[in-house]
């Protein structure tokens, strides 16, 4: 935890875009492009079984079937998927059982990036899965956690050693047929995090993942699934970052929960992608399905996310409350910068009785970013007692930036309470010269109101990142007031 | 030494004392001319008040000395301790001890006033090459000025000046005053909006953090105040220019004829 935050702390120190640089470690690629046979090679690299291959085909031939959706309020370039490689893992070396068999250059990835990969149970408290290009890499504290017979491992691992319980749950929330990215992501998803809380365990620490994209025309297709059974509690963080490149790089994610009888998972983002130059030239697209199953009586699912990166986010983090007495949470800020794109927000199902969700999301645009809040929220005949409250926001800085909201509420049931709010405000020059005239600079103004302005989402973080959010928050907006 | 040089001495030693010259100021906003030529001096420990008919310039001038943008100053020279104070940024005349009490101050919502008086300070201490308060000594110096000045508690826990009445933003500026201790402290139309309470809560709070070394410059259009803050001298600006410069009796003058009085007089070219 404190190499987290001395990682945070030093990119604070420049405004320019710190994960630029590249690892120089031999990558395993494939030729890129996508055909039926890239699905079988990345199959066959991971040796997997057959029933997972054929859930890879199933999902691309399905694909071939779709096109890309046109809805959202973005401008996304045509993607040439024959241009892009689908695989890359560093090259395999016989498994020890010490942190020190790792490659010596992608030690050095990590530390760089201040991941905390060296076990120091007592300081970091946060057992880290590091994903760096498809593949993860290191587990920590996987045997503190097996104690208590909480499994916390790669995608590719869980497939091996609990191949129930990836196929119990795999595509229960998000199937494959789902999306058009969802699929993709089906047919060539390359690693991932699995993560099993068992009965009544409440989970010590919080879990992490880091992901990290380095070879240049290669997209991520993370698959994280997330299960928390009957009375478990679980906090998981994930955070992402990546190095510059000119060329657009896809990152095409999952991520499944389930919660099972009261059950609660508190999901939290810090998103930092490369976000493209000042000229709007480059960075991720970041077209994500992330959803939330209450399966069970009483669960609860909570979605925390700060996104500053990607020069164009597409997702919605949503809930499934199906439950009874079920609770959906989406606390958000979103920030678009420079030509930075963002349409997001969330949709939250009620199906099962006296369900609840709660929505705030905080929208920030600034230079000539166009920022969209899309969200559903949809109360189906049965869901008796449904309660929904929605706050969207939005704040901007200078006069080139859009804030665009479109909310759905489909009610089918008379005895629903939804309420929605929603305010826009923008940063006054007399707010501005208030601070200057108090001997505060006008960045770190902007600074102090902008995350007084997002107080309320990144309370909702837990403490190590909440820190790492605020100077993303400020480092995302330098140069934006004018 | 002979009487001669004591008096020359004297007058060596007020010069290099003047805390703020200002020389022929004259400054425009949106190009119409608001200040017409504005010369004042003011030593440490002393206590101006401006005053004048609304449209005078009287904010204009607390405006230019701040530093607002939107204030153009197209000639004269404003110097502040020795230095061209034009030439410096808003935040740096801030950190060299200038203070300015706003007329209509502004809201801030979720900037908590705790967050925003602690990054004001840690600025102020590092300019003048001071450690960062840490966060228990700030929370005692802040029940100490909240203390001096009257000022509720409850204010001081909220966002900067959201949801306070007019008297109760007044008094928060005063509060912040007391944090940053400023050498020159421009007090714009501070009473304005105040009932006589709230005004013997401001004056109070300005008079306990009066030193020899710090000054201050009141502006109001109303005598009301200056019975609380006795000035040491008394300007009186109309039409961009001061027109009349006096001891403290001029505004007890200025309260039994009216501003009526001086317009009257300026127009007949009566030199005032």
Request: glycine letters at 8%; one cysteine or more; aromatic letters at 8%.
């Amino acid at each position: 935890m404190e190499k987290d935050q001395d990682k945070i702390l030093s990119d604070v120190t420049s405004g320019e875009y710190k994960y630029g640089f590249y690892s120089d470690i031999e990558m395993e690629k494939i030729p890129k492009g996508l055909s039926e046979d890239v699905v079988r090679i990345i199959s066959a690299k991971k040796n997997e079984p057959e029933w997972l291959l054929e859930f890879r085909l199933k999902s691309y031939r399905h694909w071939l079937t779709m096109k890309m959706p046109t809805w959202p309020n973005l401008k996304i370039p045509p993607i040439n998927y024959q241009e892009i490689i689908f695989y890359a893992a560093p090259v395999e070396r016989p498994k020890l059982n010490s942190i020190d068999d790792i490659d010596p250059e992608l030690r050095k990835t990590f530390d760089k990036l201040g991941i905390p990969l060296t076990e120091q149970k007592h300081l970091a408290g946060v057992a880290v899965d590091a994903v760096i290009d498809s593949v993860s890499v290191k587990t920590t504290f996987k045997e503190t956690l097996a104690e208590m017979g909480i499994i916390f491992c790669s995608f590719s691992d869980a497939v091996k050693e609990y191949p129930d319980l990836v196929k119990r749950y795999m595509g229960s929330v998000v199937p494959y047929t789902d999306n058009f990215f969802a699929t993709l992501n089906s047919a060539v998803f390359s690693d991932g995090s699995f993560c099993y809380i068992p009965k009544g365990v409440r989970c010590p620490m919080e879990l992490s993942t880091y992901f990290r994209i380095n070879s240049a025309n290669t997209g991520q297709f993370e698959r994280t699934l997330l299960i928390a059974d009957e009375e478990s509690y679980v906090s998981y963080l994930e955070g992402c970052t990546a190095p510059s490149r000119d060329e657009n790089q896809l990152h095409a994610a999952i991520v499944e929960i389930v919660a099972e009888k009261n059950a609660e998972v508190k999901y939290s983002t810090v998103q930092n992608w490369y976000p493209g130059n000042k000229e709007g030239k480059g960075g991720v697209f970041n077209f994500v399905t992330k959803r939330g199953m209450c399966k069970g009586e009483n669960s609860k699912i909570s979605w925390t996310q700060i996104e500053t990166g990607s020069a164009i986010t597409w997702k919605y983090p949503s809930c499934i409350l199906r439950g009874d007495n079920s609770t959906g949470e989406f606390y958000s800020v979103a920030v678009t910068n420079n030509y930075q794109q963002a349409d997001t927000g969330t949709k939250m199902t009620h199906i099962g009785k006296n369900t609840k969700s709660t929505i705030v999301s905080k929208g920030i645009s600034a230079g000539h970013g166009q920022n969209s809040y899309r969200g559903l929220v949809k109360v189906l005949k049965n869901a008796t007692n449904a309660r929904n409250y929605s706050q969207c926001d939005s704040l901007l800085l200078g006069d080139k930036c859009g804030a665009h909201t479109f909310p759905y509420l489909e009610v089918d049931n008379q005895t629903a309470i939804v309420e929605h709010e929603a305010t826009t405000s923008k940063i006054g020059e007399d707010q501005i010269f208030y601070c200057n005239q108090r001997g505060i600079s006008t960045e770190d103004a902007i600074g102090l109101i902008v995350n007084g302005y997002a107080r309320e989402v990144l309370n909702k973080l837990p403490m190590e990142f909440a820190v790492e959010a605020q100077k993303l928050l400020q480092i995302s907006l330098e140069g934006s007031v004018g | 030494m002979g009487l001669k040089s004591r008096q020359r001495t004297k007058v060596k030693r007020q010069k290099v004392n003047t805390m703020l010259i200002i020389n022929n100021l004259k400054a425009s906003i949106g190009g119409k001319s608001i200040l017409k030529g504005i010369t004042l001096q003011i030593k440490p420990g002393e206590i101006h008040a401006i005053m004048g008919p609304n449209g005078s310039g009287k904010s204009t001038l607390a405006a230019v000395l701040a530093g607002r943008e939107f204030v153009e100053v197209t000639e004269g020279t404003v110097t502040y301790n020795g230095k061209n104070l034009l030439d410096m940024p808003p935040e740096d005349r801030a950190k060299e001890g200038i203070f300015l009490g706003f007329q209509y101050p502004i809201e801030i919502p979720g900037v908590s006033m705790v967050n925003f008086m602690k990054t004001a300070v840690n600025e102020h201490r590092k300019h003048n090459g001071l450690a960062p308060l840490s966060a228990s000594d700030f929370l005692k110096m802040m029940r100490e000025k909240k203390e001096m000045v009257e000022i509720d508690s409850k204010l001081a826990n909220r966002s900067v000046n959201e949801g306070f009445s007019g008297g109760e933003k007044k008094k928060n500026e005063i509060f912040q005053m007391a944090m940053l201790e400023p050498k020159l402290a421009i007090l714009d139309e501070t009473d304005s909006g105040l009932d006589i309470d709230a005004l013997r809560v401001v004056a109070n709070g300005v008079n306990k953090l009066k030193k020899p070394d710090n000054s201050f410059i009141v502006i109001t259009h109303y005598q009301r105040l200056l019975d609380f803050i006795v000035p040491d001298v008394v300007h009186v600006l109309y039409d961009g220019r001061i027109v009349k410069t006096a001891g403290k009796e001029l505004a007890l003058e200025l309260e039994e004829k009216g501003y009526d009085w001086i317009k009257k007089e300026v127009e007949n070219n009566i030199p005032v």
